[in-house]
């Protein structure tokens, strides 16, 4: 049966037209308890959806919703190492990169459990070598700079984390991250670095991926000529799944660390794609890291749906995107040491969920993944929360703040919470047009001139826009690789629940392609030809010298 058609999602299509009118004021004067009622707390972590457009019925019907479908038959098969994901025929087994316990995990006859602790050991080895200074560069100088070379999976999770941790970095050691081909990105790392103290980490699941490529092939250039050949091995490292790229590309077998194909590359940041982290907050921290990860995994498989944190996160964004119509969700850290964390759910989201096609090759006819964006608070509070506020827009806000600093100064935390907690409440109350007159002075007086009513109408806020806030008690590798892992199911539910294939991206692939055909063009080896009008225009302007 398809999804659309089930009685569960027609049971939650007319509860979304029954209450459409009731504004969240209404739910919070009628209820003293909401609050208790919608939030959950796992292992310290606190989830506060109470100021979500729910009430108990909606949301018993959304767990129907989820009880009902296929989704958690596809999530056991994740767990089990089938292979759910489809289309590229893998297994889908991030879990297992975490995973402490002492039960095989099989993927294709093989327990996969064997190799994920041999490169934890790797990774565990090199990383002690080069905090000891007994890893050194080719003039026998310890490292004092790592570039991790790489993009989308192999950047965003890695520099997200080595940024939200940077209160556990080990101090001799700085960790950039170079991802665009834009020459611009990598020599403005370079410009900072000593050639005899750097050492790059080329990560690429495929090492295919051209901007990474290219940016490998530039740094190595830069590095032999101040270095010599021979210095590459001692300041080249990679991690990737493909061993025989790697080494065609010169790095020494030795110092590749691998990873594997059912390891998403959005998904990959718990194996060597976190060698920048583990360099940046030491080994120690990075198993703290995976800890985090494998506590969620067994709150994620055991917990019941109405206690779920992953599951309650998916089934909110269900309500929002496909009943009430939002098409966006904005991502609100109160954090600025979780600045990146908007950018990288971006990928993980948008790349999983952002399809159109279900399982079995059909075209959905409801809605998928929403936009997501965002940027810490309380910077967003002065670019474009006015628009959230009296745009006019549906837009679900995810706040997300640290009951505990991660770093702090006298007066700072309390204020960072305080517009946290004030914005959600504004979005949820609003203020109504009465409100705004009596504020300003005139309403009851009866005095209100047209300028004054006026003033009063812009003052007014509708409110009823539904978030939820999310409460970690500390920032620190555990936590952190918590919420990591949070979204990482909050994403498969929902991918499991549209009925679609979280772990490809083949929407990635038509530009990459178009790309390849254009670059002959505009370097002016081949002929302008089979090309649209404004393709061959914007080719010919950059082809011409810029007059003034
Ligand atoms: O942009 C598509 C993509 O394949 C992402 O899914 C991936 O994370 C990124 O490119 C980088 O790929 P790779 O790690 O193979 O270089």
Not at 99 to 117: A, E, F, I, L, Q
Not at 259 to 266: A, K, L, Q
Request: proline letters at 5%; a negative charge; aromatic letters at 8%.
């Amino acid at each position: 049966m398809r999804l659309s058609t089930s009685p569960a999602w027609e049971k939650l299509q007319q509860l979304a037209e029954t209450n459409s009118t009731i504004h969240l004021r209404e739910l919070f004067a009628g209820n003293a308890h909401r609050f208790k009622e919608f939030s959950l707390c796992h292992d310290g972590i606190l989830l506060d959806f109470s100021k979500q457009r729910i009430n108990s019925e909606i949301l018993t019907a959304l767990h129907q919703l989820w009880n009902s479908s296929d989704a958690p038959d596809l999530i056991s098969g994740m767990r089990n190492g089938e292979e759910i994901n489809l289309t590229e025929g893998r297994a889908v087994l991030h879990t297992a990169l975490r995973y402490s316990g002492p039960k095989p995990v099989m993927s294709n006859g093989m327990n996969v459990m064997t190799d994920v602790r041999r490169v934890l050991v790797q990774m565990e080895k090199f990383c002690t070598e080069v905090h000891q200074g007994v890893w050194r560069g080719a003039t026998g100088q310890p490292i004092r700079r790592i570039v991790n070379i790489g993009i989308g999976g192999s950047d965003l999770g890695p520099k997200m984390a080595v940024r939200a941790l940077a209160a556990h970095g080990i101090p001799q050691l700085r960790v950039e991250f170079v991802s665009n081909i834009d020459a611009s990105h990598l020599l403005s790392v370079l410009c900072d670095c000593d050639p005899a103290t750097t050492l790059f980490i080329i990560a690429s699941k495929t090492f295919t991926t051209q901007e990474t490529m290219q940016n490998a092939v530039s740094a190595r250039a830069w590095l032999v000529a101040a270095l010599g050949e021979e210095a590459v091995a001692k300041h080249f490292v990679a991690v990737s799944t493909n061993l025989d790229a790697v080494a065609k590309f010169g790095i020494d077998p030795a110092n590749s660390f691998e990873f594997w194909d059912w390891v998403g590359g959005r998904f990959s940041l718990w194996s060597a794609i976190g060698l920048p982290l583990a360099l940046a907050v030491g080994m120690g921290n990075f198993r703290q890291f995976l800890a985090g990860g494998e506590a969620m995994d067994q709150h994620f498989f055991s917990a019941p749906v109405d206690q779920n944190l992953p599951l309650t996160l998916a089934l909110l964004d269900i309500w929002n995107t496909n009943f009430l119509g939002a098409d966006t969700r904005a991502m609100l850290p109160y954090s600025q040491s979780l600045e990146l964390l908007p950018r990288f759910l971006q990928q993980l989201e948008m790349e999983s969920n952002g399809k159109r096609i279900d399982r079995h090759g059909a075209v959905l006819d409801y809605a998928s993944a929403p936009i997501v964006w965002g940027e810490a608070g309380t910077n967003g509070q002065h670019a474009f929360y006015q628009l959230i506020h009296q745009g006019g827009h549906l837009i679900p806000c995810e706040f997300l703040a640290l009951i505990e600093p991660d770093v702090d100064l006298p007066g700072h935390h309390q204020k960072l919470l305080s517009h946290c907690f004030a914005q959600s409440e504004a979005l949820m109350t609003g203020k109504t047009q009465s409100e705004a007159e009596a504020e300003l002075g005139h309403a009851a007086a009866g005095t209100s001139t047209d300028r004054q009513r006026v003033l009063a109408v812009n003052k007014t806020f509708p409110g009823n826009q539904p978030s939820s806030t999310l409460l970690l008690p500390r920032l620190d590798p555990y936590y952190l690789g918590q919420l990591v892992a949070l979204y990482e199911h909050k994403v498969a539910a929902l991918g499991a629940l549209w009925n679609i294939n979280s772990f490809d991206q083949f929407g990635v692939e038509l530009g990459k392609q178009l790309a390849n055909r254009l670059l002959p063009m505009i370097e002016g080896n081949a002929p302008l030809s089979g090309v649209d009008s404004s393709t061959t225009g914007l080719i010919y302007a950059c082809r011409r010298p810029a007059k003034r």
